[in-house]
């Protein structure tokens, strides 16, 4: 059963903008904090953004004022905005759902971001 799937990756020359949204089916989304996690070749996963259950966010520091990152608990979707594109942001990028009082995980299979110089 695919509980979260991302879209809107692709191939975008530096400094444009992509969008990537999380569709998510599992129990008690709006008490799950929401992140955005990537991965590039040969090199750890790293957390990008996250959105917590009332709103709050956080940026790791390389996408802090170039990424936003958003939430509809109505539509259980999580959104990543990222603008001002650098190559180095090529990666694959992972939707994490991680329930507040539980600590249980959901993760999406991934969607690819490549920035051309």
């Known amino acids: 059963q695919v509980q979260l799937v991302e879209s809107g990756g692709g191939l975008v020359e530096s400094g444009g903008s992509l969008k990537l949204s999380c569709a998510a089916s599992?129990?008690?989304?709006?008490?799950?904090?929401i992140n955005w996690y990537r991965q590039a070749p040969g090199k750890q996963r790293e957390l990008v953004a996250s959105?917590?259950?009332?709103?709050?966010?956080d940026y790791a520091d390389s996408v802090q004022g170039r990424f936003a990152i958003s939430r509809d608990n109505d539509k259980e979707t999580g959104e990543l905005q990222m603008t001002n594109l650098k190559p180095e942001d090529t990666a694959v990028y992972y939707c994490?759902?991680?329930?507040?009082?539980?600590?249980?995980?959901?993760w999406g299979r991934g969607t690819q971001v490549t920035v051309s110089p």
């Open positions: 994490n759902a991680q329930n507040y009082y539980s600590g249980f995980n959901y």
């Open positions: 599992i129990t008690m989304f709006r008490i799950s904090t």
């Open positions: 959105i917590g259950i009332n709103d709050e966010t």
